[in-house]
């Protein structure tokens, strides 16, 4: 079995490659795909094939999937160019013959009305129709989503949203990264969707207390509304389109499109998942290395 792993330059993409490796597959045996290939050196220092992968040219994902039999489609980072690029990605891994192609989409993607769910719609309905045999994984939140509301409380002691008293069940990177080695590896998933969350949906108020034990000083949540979430983004720098897109996901949070704990992502794993103030604390450590 050789592996592709699209969007290797990526943080979701390094960890399914950890992952992978801690399951015992050969370094060989992996191909780490990327758009910009200097992301990836240090795989590539571990000994795993790099290609470069660029969704949006054909070309480089037919080259990117030679001797390869599966395949994970990490779900593209640019909203509004998703979709053409997974098309790509689903088109070659057809006429290549691939025995499994898993991708990454979002909670409750043909169901919700939520900003983020079209893309991911599509795509699970262009992969349906396309005969590759496939798994798909419906990631829930990610906890890393909450590190620059953890930074900014450090100094502010407030996580303002306008979410009201929504919940999350959001889980680790590292948590998602590990189910998708699971099924990228294992016999028996072909066919399914899984719909994958942290164990607990925790509401704003309890992120709040995870960022205050996270820093050592209080941390309150404090309900805001769209205009004033909004001007705020504004006052922040960010232009119109931006701002509209944000506060658009925050709405949909606010419905409860993010509210679903299920057990599913704890099962594939075999581990509870990340408690919240633990992956904070690992995703806060790492952001202030990075400064």
Not at 233 to 251: H, I, K, N, P, S
């Amino acid at each position: 079995m050789t592996i592709l792993v699209t969007a290797a330059g990526g943080q979701l993409g390094h960890l399914v490659i950890d992952a992978l490796l801690d399951r015992g597959v050969a370094p060989g045996d992996i191909v780490a795909g990327a758009r910009t290939t200097s992301k990836v050196t240090d795989l590539e220092d571990r000994g795993i094939r790099i290609a470069a992968l660029d969704y949006t040219a054909p070309e480089t994902v037919a080259a990117a999937l030679d001797g390869v039999d599966t395949v994970l489609l990490i779900s593209g980072s640019e909203p509004g160019k998703r979709y053409e690029g997974h098309k790509n990605v689903i088109d070659a891994a057809q006429t290549a013959g691939v025995a499994k192609l898993v991708y990454t989409s979002l909670a409750h993607a043909d169901a919700v009305d939520f900003v983020l769910a079209p893309e991911h719609k599509a795509t699970e309905e262009y992969l349906a129709g396309s005969g590759v045999p496939a798994v798909v994984l419906r990631n829930n939140w990610y906890i890393e989503n909450y590190t620059p509301d953890a930074l900014r409380a450090a100094d502010t002691g407030v996580i303002a949203a306008s979410v009201g008293d929504a919940v999350v069940a959001a889980a680790t990177r590292a948590d998602y990264a590990e189910a998708a080695a699971v099924v990228l590896t294992e016999d028996g998933h072909l066919g399914r969707t899984y719909e994958l969350s942290g164990d607990t949906a925790v509401s704003y108020a309890d992120l709040a207390t995870a960022a205050a034990d996270v820093l050592g000083r209080d941390v309150a949540y404090v309900p805001v509304s769209r205009e004033q979430f909004e001007a705020a983004l504004a006052d922040a720098g960010l232009d119109a389109r931006t701002v509209d897109f944000v506060a658009a996901m925050e709405d949909g949070i606010a419905r409860g499109v993010l509210a679903d704990a299920d057990p599913t992502l704890a099962r594939l794993i075999g581990r509870p998942t990340t408690p919240v103030a633990d992956g904070l604390r690992a995703a806060v450590a790492a952001a202030r290395v990075d400064a």
